[in-house]
């Protein structure tokens, strides 16, 4: 399957919020803890999925992400536990028009 990210998209876009720890812990990586799961600043639930590929300039390989993983410091990958199936702005325009 064509990875739907490309080097263009700023990795920052990519990386969780503020995760916390919300499992226990199964490894390290580079002298920090690996959580089996995590939550983001919304609440979101993400499971680990391994080590982030990067890049010979030391970025993460974006194009490497599957849908509904994120990147995790100090270079982790989670993917998310229930995805929802559509974003917000597509539940929006799918909402019908208010009268004024």
Request: with cysteine; proline share 10%; charged share 25%.
């Amino acid at each position: 399957m064509k990875n739907h990210f490309s080097q263009e998209h700023p990795v920052e876009y990519l990386i969780l919020t503020d995760p916390r720890a919300d499992g226990p812990v199964i490894g390290t990586y580079d002298g920090h803890p690996i959580a089996a799961a995590v939550r983001d600043c919304f609440g979101r639930r993400f499971t680990y999925a391994g080590v982030a590929t990067r890049l010979s300039s030391g970025r993460y390989d974006v194009t490497a992400l599957a849908p509904g993983e994120w990147f995790v410091q100090p270079g982790l990958v989670y993917r998310i536990e229930a995805p929802e199936p559509e974003g917000l702005f597509q539940r929006l325009r799918k909402l019908p028009p208010t009268r004024h």
